[in-house]
């Protein structure tokens, strides 16, 4: 079996995250750091490949767990952190082009990377996190299987693989379904099932000697003018920090502060 | 140029995301004088419900040979009406996963340009341009559409919905269409509805009380407030994670993303994660007995103090001055 798991490497929630006068995230920080959000299909990804038998001495062959970022050359860490945790390969698209590409033209070089991969050996799932906690679009799921042709089975919380069948189980928020579609597919997994592995040691060390392939857009076939900026159908027209708020009210107290709250919440048309 | 509509429905019924993207689209429509393009895929339109919120028509499209609420399905429907009208260069959907997957496919489709989670659209020097908060609530950008066809989704409560005097007169126009190869490939094996409470959802309550490690497992306060103010009841991610309450109530950025009208926190502390899922809410309330805890950092009305004391004591006052 073949999984592709596709990362980000994210500014740190924690770090004082900023927008630079072109309005795109400043990257690059020391704190940059894995998307957390793709640990969980990185997880994912490993569970159902070792299910069919990926990592055992004995019937390894044949599987493979690829973590896939499009990024500067920090990006890089991402993919480390991904190879530290189990994957076996490691593919880094980096291009100087890319700056200010959108989450539709990440999504078009995500595919086109993946398409390469399933030239070369066939690719039976791509797993993604449910969103990147800087963009937060959740955009690159969906619009990764609508580049590639391929089904989307999104949010799931539960993978099986049998006989070529990919099913997943997911929440929406009216129901509760049992999707199924042929590999290879496109997948997104919550953050609530696949609780990420932490690297220990051993891992942190091999990963340092597994391969990672740098492709760019040349490699890949891209169009440098359909991605980037240039390739990119929305643009930022204004970006400001929020001004420190004036008109904020704080109360100390327990029951007796009740009644100005009560007031405040019947200005507002709430009581 | 014309407007369109994702009309989203849930059993037949019109979600109330949905009411809210007509509102705007007709308010855009009166400023712009653009027809609004109701579209509605799957069987049996709430045509009433679509009329008395000012569509100029209601395109009702059947997608043949996949499961009709798969997203590519809704897809397929949604391009079809749009290829058909062949004008359109605003397509309003809803701010949810749904909405943002159908939008994502729909771009790579038509070379739209995607704003998500926006709090407001505008015709802007011939762009459409979007408001929308970054970043955890500390930033305000404006990201404006280059392509002929834009694509926004808004955030629940962006706008009010508000129902016409008059029911406009909508036309109604069916489509059909095969569904794609994506589409047609997806079985759904089963689909059970999710058990439903007797309270609003979260992701589209306007008004949401949240409990955090401050509750220390004891939900019941929350409920009872939750109840008066006929809210949705949310919590952290700590307060899921030490099981007080089901996953489904995590409000955050690895969760449910919220932007209702009225947000009460208690025993929220407002770190990071969980300010990224609902920074967007209208007007913010926290009851935190911490006076260092971050969320009075963003609140419009903080009180510092025990929540056993503070919740009831609101409850019952809210509840006697309801009568």
């Not at chain 1, 704190?31 to 299910?51: F, H, I, K, V």
């Not at chain 1, 690297?199 to 060390?205: D, E, L, R, T």
């Not at chain 2, 340009?113 to 407001?120: E, F, I, L, N, R």
């Not at chain 2, 269409?177 to 007797?198: F, I, T, W």
């Amino acid at each position: 079996m073949r999984v592709v798991v596709c990362v980000k490497h994210v500014p740190d929630l924690q770090s004082a995250r900023s927008l630079g006068e072109d309005g795109r995230l400043v990257r690059g920080g020391d704190d940059d750091t894995l998307n957390e959000l793709d640990e969980d299909a990185l997880e994912a990804g490993l569970r159902t490949a070792e299910a069919a038998g990926f990592g055992k001495d004995d019937g390894g062959e044949g599987h493979d767990v690829t973590v896939l970022t499009v990024g500067p050359a920090p990006a890089v860490e991402a993919l480390r952190r991904g190879l530290a945790m189990g994957a076996s390969t490691a593919v880094h698209v980096s291009d100087e082009a890319l700056a200010g590409s959108d989450a539709i033209a990440t999504a078009r070089v995500l595919a086109a990377a993946v398409a390469k991969l399933h030239a070369e050996q066939p690719v039976d799932l791509v797993v993604a996190g449910m969103a990147a906690l800087d963009g937060l679009t959740s955009l690159v799921p969906a619009a990764l299987a609508e580049v590639l042709g391929w089904p989307q089975l999104t949010l799931a919380d539960r993978i099986e693989v049998t006989d070529g069948l990919v099913t997943v189980r997911r929440e929406t928020s009216t129901d509760v379904e049992v999707l199924t579609a042929p590999a290879p597919a496109v997948l997104s997994v919550t953050d609530q099932a696949f609780r990420a592995r932490f690297p220990n040691f051993k891992g942190i060390v091999a990963a340092r000697k597994k391969p990672v392939a740098t492709w760019s857009l040349a490699d890949l076939g891209v169009d440098p003018a359909t991605v980037g900026s240039a390739g990119s159908a929305t643009w930022v027209a204004q970006a400001a920090e929020r001004p420190e708020r004036s008109d904020r009210v704080l109360v100390t107290g327990d029951a007796e502060t009740v009644p100005a709250l009560v007031d405040y919440l019947s200005e507002k048309g709430f009581a | 140029m014309s407007i369109a509509v994702l009309v989203d429905h849930t059993d037949g019924h019109v979600r109330s995301t949905s009411l809210e993207l007509l509102t705007l689209a007709r308010q855009l429509a009166s400023t712009t004088g653009l027809p609004v393009h109701a579209v509605w895929t799957g069987a049996d339109p709430q045509a009433e419900v679509v009329a008395a919120h000012g569509a100029d028509a209601l395109h009702v499209v059947r997608v043949e040979g996949a499961d009709e609420h798969l997203t590519t399905s809704v897809v397929d429907g949604l391009q079809t009406v749009l290829t058909a009208l062949g004008d359109v260069s605003l397509l309003l959907v809803a701010s949810t996963f749904e909405g943002k997957e159908v939008a994502a496919r729909l771009a790579v489709r038509t070379g739209a340009g995607v704003v998500t989670g926006a709090s407001g659209v505008e015709l802007a020097d011939g762009h459409w341009t979007a408001r929308k908060t970054v970043l955890a609530g500390t930033w305000d950008t404006a990201c404006a559409a280059a392509s002929s066809l834009a694509v926004v989704a808004l955030a629940p409560h962006a706008v009010q919905a508000a129902p016409l005097a008059v029911p406009a007169e909508t036309r109604l126009v069916e489509h059909a269409v095969q569904a794609s190869a994506a589409a047609r490939a997806v079985s759904v094996v089963s689909r059970e509805p999710r058990p439903r409470s007797e309270r609003p959802a979260l992701a589209e309550a306007e008004v949401v009380v949240v409990g955090g490690r401050g509750v220390e497992g004891d939900f019941s306060g929350v409920e009872e407030l939750a109840d008066v103010l006929g809210a949705a009841v949310g919590a952290t991610r700590v307060a899921t994670d030490e099981g007080w309450i089901g996953h489904e109530a995590q409000v955050g950025q690895t969760g449910v993303t919220i932007s209702p009208r009225l947000y009460v926190g208690a025993g929220v502390s407002g770190a990071v994660h969980h300010k990224g899922g609902m920074a967007a809410a209208q007007t913010i309330v926290a009851i935190n007995n911490d006076p260092d805890a971050p969320i009075f950092e963003f609140a419009d009305y903080g009180v510092v103090g025990d929540l056993t004391e503070v919740l009831p004591a609101l409850t019952a006052a809210l509840r006697a001055r309801r009568g």
